[in-house]
């Protein structure tokens, strides 16, 4: 390692907050505030490191910094694996995300999960989970990107799963970590197709053994689609998707931080990082379900009444635009979209994080356990008593919806401008920005709902209504924070333009082009959208304020009956409202019939063959036995051999007369015989 | 006469008088009498085969050990003897057949 | 360098019995702590050879040599290199930790450590011996107080576990038997291991018995002779059955150690001795290996008793192990000289192996502990076990989680080595075998979930915590595979010069014509 800055830091950011999971886990309990404080402290440090380097990133003003440092991990001679890290722009940027989610996480949990029953676990997985997705943010090749991966999962499988007496927490934690699995098996396949080709797991070197036309053509094509695979599984992509809403299970701060900042986005962000090796065909199969997911899960969300039920449907959707736009090219779109989203999803989820507590308190108070504080028809009217939830969560939604003024409008304008772009230029694919389109125009529809349902109107259960307060500071601060974060200003800087993404992220993060020999398709698409520039903005405007009005007409003014509508199409809100029935098919059609076919393979295995086939073997040996056995002792033992005894026996009976007892007699024997000697010996 | 078949001649009947003895005799103590008859007898053989058969003085030697043994064996025969005559009270061997089948 | 430690550590235990048998019967405590104190001398003696190993080498070391028979040339050899010094030392500290988890025997105390004391040298010595004539000796030792171990310390259907393991065992070692002898006349009627390394492939050459080659009838012979103790599926019924009737200490040699002596076999003996057939097996072996790997996965998956889940989790990755071996041939001239992959193979399999020890055994002494307190395994019995036993559902998911794979620890790395090496010969069944990371993670996380996620089920809100003996047992365990989970470079070291030895072997030999 060397003695450089950015590395050095980098080390105590990954390092930092797994030092406060193992304090937190062995010795949290008996620390005072069960330890809380450490957990803070740790990424207090982090995100300040982060700060730092991210400032000297800015000031550097070097769009192509990169560093490496790596060790060896294992050596065999000539297999070896080197882990390492890869500081760029993308990495600093995407360190100080985490970071500063994960404080933002960490502060809001102090009151959320004020008095839980493992408080101090709760933390300690916080840490881990931090740890491990600077792991993958970190990683300069798959193999530790791999690792840190499935250890993000974990910790989702942990932090989903903290509630665990409800069963339904620990059926998402499963549920999440398996579906995670599915996809790493993608992954995994992917790695081995790179390996077995290129002999390296380094980024880079892998670059170069593709451009030098080592591994290519379908090889790659399907390595590509391999490694989407695993992002498709931790980014929630269709048909993988089943796990994200189950995981709002979990706490809620936590669904801020992993479901909808920086786990999730981990897959984009392997997408993003991976870019050049893609071929053109694995970036359209990307392209596509990254299209389909961003529509898909938005019609899913419009009819969800569970608040964090709505905002995991959004996040699902707004992730596959993040892939939609690595697929079409236009991948620091997307990686611009994943920092703005990080944000303003951030803070939508500690706003309805918020609003749960503060309902729970409510409901608390008036010993109703019965009625779930998640339920937006329950809300209503919350505007006049959580005014700082309120205006933090406008801002947000005003940003996820793409109004001008936001960070939203800014990155998503970038996506849909690179998907009209790439539509102009393979007519063929007009698909893709119409799902872009519509997913925009649904997106501002179900969010303005959100807001409506929640915060305005009349209260629709006036009986709680007097007891619903504003959060304590500890929750309102990240709000704040993340909500100011959430506008254009931030991204722009040193530029004022609210209409253009120019700034320093455009400036400091640049795409690299595609390593792939022939593919220009990055090069292609940034050409493009300066054509489509003023149209994407002008119709993505459109279908924004289309969706928003649509929505202020359906739940404000309640011109246009939400319910009238519903039952008019009953049977396509049916299929919205039940997630298109994924979960029932898939128990249906996967889960049962495999553990029907394994209870088979363990009853053949168990009952079958073991019982009847091996001890078969000892069956016949007995029986053979048992014939052998009876020869042996009717036939051999009785007859001959006890025929030996018998006639013995028999002999001695008639000798024993000779036993007289008189010795005189004995040694007339005696006598006899020695005659009888002489007389032969004389013959 | 003074050659060795004489010798041996006589030691032979001695001998088949001593066995004759052994054998027939109920009484123990004549059964006794009969077993010194047959050492005497091997004696004689000892002595006639120093004489003619160049043994120099082992056949004297072996004669002289054979009359200490038969002393030393007359005297625990003699006790055997006693001991039968105090538990059974006779001296008839016929009478004493522990060894019977 | 003139030493017998390796004499040592086997006899050791040796003491340990004759000292045992001047004990008292009723002197439970002074039994147990004799054993404590073999057991534990004779770890650290495996450690001094660790601290002695010489890691530049690939051939033996600490070699001993003397007459015992000459008349058959039987000769008492004792070596180790970089393929047997990982198992000793983990057949010395899972015989440490073992005589602890056994500290609650109370029945016959005194038969049941003097037998555990003997299995400890027949392991040893299997190990330890490159005398084929020995190591025959020392396999069959081990077999006695095992079907005694598990016949009379065990659980409701002891004898028949007991027998079927024994016979089962059995037949595998008349089968090795055979093939000893085969190579003993056929090869200048040797035992010495090291000689038959450099006769048998030029002395069997060509050599067609009824029709076959002598190389691979031997080969398969010696194959079946270890695939029972592996279990290489279709011989592998025999295990979840000893398992879950085995206590919980001879469960824990038996997963820990017993399995390894097969694959121990079949590398220094199969693929040492005659390498010429590796080539033709190893289709075969990744073929089996996939089936253990599914096969096996699938059973632990419909398994209601946790004590058998764990032992058919050990068939699943068996089959890691087997597929990691048939990587070797990758090496070869046919393959385009890949010793990359050979390498990845071959050592993700011994690494495995070592790692299947620890993880497994942890895995038995942690179905002991509940069992003991429970006294069922029945999966679906418990429930919200976490909520009562917080360190001990803390330490049972660490176990799962090293168990099913994640990164972090031990099996991991292995397991990812294996695939890697297989990959680029064998491409559809490594990818079919992939499958089974993920079965892997459902059967231990639905496990997991049953027992110690929900409520807390009434009958159990008493149930004391793991106590400080049990955690004595499975932290060093523990410790093992996060530290090579993270860092595995020291393992690597310790084998891969004996590894390159045997990738040596086996792919200098594809060019051996009538092999094929």
Same mark, same amino acid.
């Given at each position: 390692m060397t003695g450089n800055m950015f590395i050095n830091y980098s080390l105590l950011i990954l390092f930092l907050p797994v030092a406060a999971f193992t304090i937190q886990i062995f010795i949290g309990k008996r620390l005072p505030r069960q330890g809380d404080w450490v957990s803070i402290g740790a990424v207090i440090i982090t995100l300040v490191l982060a700060i730092a380097m991210f400032a000297s990133m800015l000031f550097g003003h070097d769009p192509n910094f990169s560093q490496e440092a790596s060790f060896t991990w294992l050596d065999m001679g000539v297999f070896k694996i080197e882990l390492g890290f890869l500081v760029d722009n993308i990495t600093i940027t995407m360190l100080l995300v985490v970071a500063l989610i994960s404080t933002m996480t960490h502060i809001f949990s102090l009151k959320y999960m004020e008095g839980d029953i493992r408080y101090s676990r709760y933390y300690a997985y916080l840490g881990l989970f931090t740890f491990s997705m600077n792991g993958i943010v970190l990683a300069n090749n798959l193999i530790s990107m791999y690792m840190f991966w499935e250890l993000v999962g974990v910790s989702s499988y942990l932090l989903i799963g903290h509630?665990?007496?409800k069963d339904s927490a620990s059926d998402a934690a499963k549920k999440a970590f398996l579906t995670n699995r599915v996809g790493d098996i993608g992954f995994f396949i992917g790695i081995l197709l790179i390996f077995s080709s290129l002999g390296t797991f380094v980024f880079s070197e892998i670059y170069d053994g593709i451009a030098a036309g080592q591994l290519g053509g379908t090889v790659l094509t399907f390595a590509g689609i391999g490694l989407f695979l695993g992002a498709m599984g931790k980014s929630s992509q269709? $048909? #993988?998707?089943?796990w994200l809403p189950d995981a709002m299970e979990g706490p809620t701060p936590v669904s801020a931080l992993m479901h909808a900042a920086t786990m999730v986005a981990a897959g984009v962000y392997l997408v993003v990082r991976l870019? $050049? #090796?893609?071929t053109p065909d694995a970036l359209l199969v990307i392209a596509y379900v990254g299209g389909f997911t961003a529509l898909f899960a938005a019609t899913i969300a419009v009819t969800q009444n569970d608040i964090k039920k709505v905002l995991a449907y959004s996040t699902v959707s707004q992730l596959g635009y993040m892939i939609l736009s690595v697929g079409t090219g236009a991948y620091i779109a997307g990686f611009f979209h994943l920092v703005t989203h990080a944000m303003f999803k951030a803070c939508l989820f500690y706003g309805s994080g918020s609003v749960i507590h503060s309902m729970h308190h409510a409901l608390d108070k008036k010993h109703d356990h019965k009625t779930d504080p998640q339920d937006m028809r329950n809300m209503g009217g919350f505007k006049k008593k959580m005014p700082i939830t309120y205006w933090a969560m406008l801002i947000c939604t005003l940003a996820i919806s793409g109004v001008p003024l936001f960070s939203g409008f800014l990155s998503k304008d970038a996506i849909l401008a690179g998907t009209l772009s790439f539509a102009s230029q393979n007519p063929g694919h007009f698909l893709l920005p119409v799902f872009g389109f519509g997913a925009a125009a649904i997106t501002a529809f179900y969010m303005f709902r959100l807001m409506i349902m929640t915060f305005h109107g009349k209260p629709q259960m006036p009986e709680i209504y007097d007891d619903i307060h504003e959060s304590p500071k500890e929750m309102t601060f990240p709000l704040v924070v993340l909500s100011s974060l959430s506008i254009f200003i931030f991204y722009t800087l040193p530029y004022f333009n609210p209409f253009s993404d120019e700034g320093w992220f455009s400036e400091m993060i640049v795409a690299s082009d595609s390593v792939v020999p022939g593919n220009e398709t990055a090069h292609y698409i940034a050409e493009g959208i300066h054509h489509v520039h003023y149209y994407a903005m002008a119709l993505s405007l459109i279908v924004a304020a289309l969706g928003i009005f649509l929505s202020w007409t359906m739940y404000f003014k309640k011109k246009i009956s939400a319910d009238g509508w519903a039952k008019k199409l009953k049977p396509i809100y049916n299929l919205s409202f039940n997630k298109y029935f994924f979960d029932e098919n898939y128990n249906q059609y996967l889960y049962q019939p495999f553990l029907k076919l394994s209870n088979l393979v363990a009853y053949i295995d168990w009952d079958l063959y073991d019982k009847y086939f091996i001890n078969g073997f000892g069956r016949v040996t007995k029986l053979f036995s048992f014939f052998t056995g009876r020869l042996d002792y009717d036939g051999l033992d009785q007859t001959i051999i006890d025929g030996i005894g018998r006639s013995t026996r028999r002999a001695g009976g008639v000798l024993k007369y000779l036993q007289t007892g008189r010795l005189q007699s004995y040694l007339l024997f005696a006598l006899l015989g020695v005659i009888l000697l002489v007389l032969f010996q004389s013959f | 006469m003074d050659n060795l078949n004489t010798y041996l001649s006589i030691a032979a009947i001695l001998f088949s008088l001593g066995m004759f003895g052994v054998i027939t005799r109920r009484n123990a103590i004549a059964v006794l009498m009969g077993i010194e008859l047959i050492l005497n007898s091997a004696n004689l053989n000892f002595l006639a085969f120093a004489k003619f058969g160049g043994m120099n003085m082992s056949g004297h030697i072996f004669a002289l050990f054979v009359i200490i043994m038969a002393a030393a064996e007359a005297a625990v025969a003699l006790a055997i003897i006693i001991n039968i005559y105090n538990n059974y009270k006779t001296i008839n061997v016929d009478d004493v057949r522990e060894l019977r089948q | 360098m003139e030493t017998n430690i390796l004499s040592w550590i086997i006899w050791i235990p040796l003491l340990g019995m004759a000292a045992i048998a001047f004990v008292p019967r009723g002197k439970t405590k002074a039994i147990k702590i004799i054993t404590a104190v073999a057991t534990g001398v004779q770890f650290l003696a495996t450690l001094g050879l660790l601290s002695q190993f010489d890691l530049s080498t690939g051939g033996f070391q600490f070699m001993e040599r003397a007459t015992w028979i000459p008349s058959f040339n039987i000769t008492y050899i004792l070596g180790v290199d970089g393929l047997s010094l990982p198992m000793v030392i983990l057949t010395g500290l899972l015989f440490f930790l073992s005589t602890f988890v056994s500290w609650n025997i109370n029945r016959a105390v005194k038969g049941y450590f003097s037998l555990f004391l003997l299995l400890d040298i027949g392991i040893m010595g299997v190990f330890l011996s490159l005398d084929f004539f020995l190591f025959y000796v020392f396999w069959e030792v081990m077999l006695l107080p095992m079907f005694f171990l598990i016949g009379m310390w065990g659980g409701p259907q002891r004898e028949y576990a007991a027998i079927k393991f024994f016979l089962y065992t059995l037949v595998g070692s008349v089968l090795m038997l055979i093939a000893i002898l085969a190579l003993y006349f056929t090869c200048g009627r040797t035992f010495d291991m090291l000689l038959l390394m450099e006769t048998a492939p030029t002395a069997l050459n060509g050599v067609m018995w009824w029709g076959m080659s002598a190389i691979k009838v031997i080969w398969v012979l010696l194959f079946i002779g270890f695939a029972i103790k592996v279990p290489v599926f279709p011989f592998h019924t025999w295990l979840p059955l000893a398992h879950v009737e085995a206590p919980t200490a001879i469960s824990v040699i038996l997963a820990g150690i017993l399995l390894k002596l097969g694959i121990y076999g079949m590398l220094r003996i199969n693929y040492s001795m005659l390498p010429g057939a590796v080539w033709w097996f190893a289709g075969a072996l990744a073929v089996l290996g996939l089936i253990n790997v599914i096969w096996g996965a699938m059973c632990a998956l419909a398994q209601k008793d946790l004590k058998k889940l764990v032992a058919y989790s050990s068939v699943n990755h068996m089959g890691y192990i087997l597929i990691g071996m048939s990587a070797v041939i990758a090496a070869g001239a046919a393959n385009g000289n890949n010793v990359l992959a050979a390498q990845a193979g071959l050592g993700g399999a011994v690494f495995l192996m070592f790692n299947h020890g620890t993880i497994s055994a942890m895995l038995f002494i942690l179905v002991g502990v509940i069992y003991e307190r429970a006294h069922h395994r029945d999966i679906e019995g418990f429930g919200g076990l976490a909520t009562r036993m917080p360190i001990y559902s803390g330490i049972v998911a660490l176990a799962f989680f090293a168990g099913l794979g994640l990164p972090g620890f031990s099996g991991f790395i292995s397991e990812a080595m294996c695939f890697i090496g297989a990959f680029p010969v064998f491409k559809g069944i490594v990818i079919a075998s992939t499958i089974g990371i993920l079965l892997n993670a459902t059967y231990f996380l639905w496990a997991f979930q049953r027992i110690f996620l929900g409520t807390l089920n009434e009958k159990y809100k008493d149930l004391p915590e793991i106590n400080r003996m049990e955690l004595f047992t499975v932290i060093p365990l523990a410790v093992i595979t996060l530290f090579l989970g993270i860092y595995p470079k020291p393992f690597l070291d310790l084998i891969s010069s004996t590894m390159n030895v045997i990738i040596d072997t086996v792919a200098n030999v594809s060019s051996f014509a009538g092999v094929f």
């Open positions: 509630w665990y007496e269709f $048909p #993988l998707h089943i870019f $050049p #090796l893609f | - | -």
